[in-house]
């Protein structure tokens, strides 16, 4: 994926190592965490997404 896509988590801090989310594609969302910018991407739905988006705002707790 392009790195002009890439979204920092507005729940990060300074110096800490966040979440970058894109859309690299339609009904795709992409993952990586800022310390390895270059490896690993996680993909997942946007369904999926907005559900994990909703939980951690919502405090619920995990399975």
């Known amino acids: 994926m ?3 896509l890439w979204q ?4 990060c801090g300074e110096g800490e190592s966040c979440i970058h989310v894109a859309a690299p594609a339609p009904g795709t969302v992409g993952l990586t965490e800022s310390g390895d910018p270059a490896g690993t991407v996680l993909r997942t739905t946007p369904t ?6 909703h939980a951690v705002k919502a405090g619920l707790p995990r399975d």
């Not at 920092?8 to 729940?11: A, L």
């Not at 999926?48 to 988006?53: D, E, G, I, S, T």
């Open 2 to 4: 392009p790195t002009h």
């Open 8 to 11: 920092k988590s507005s729940y």
């Open 48 to 53: 999926a997404w907005a559900a994990l988006v």
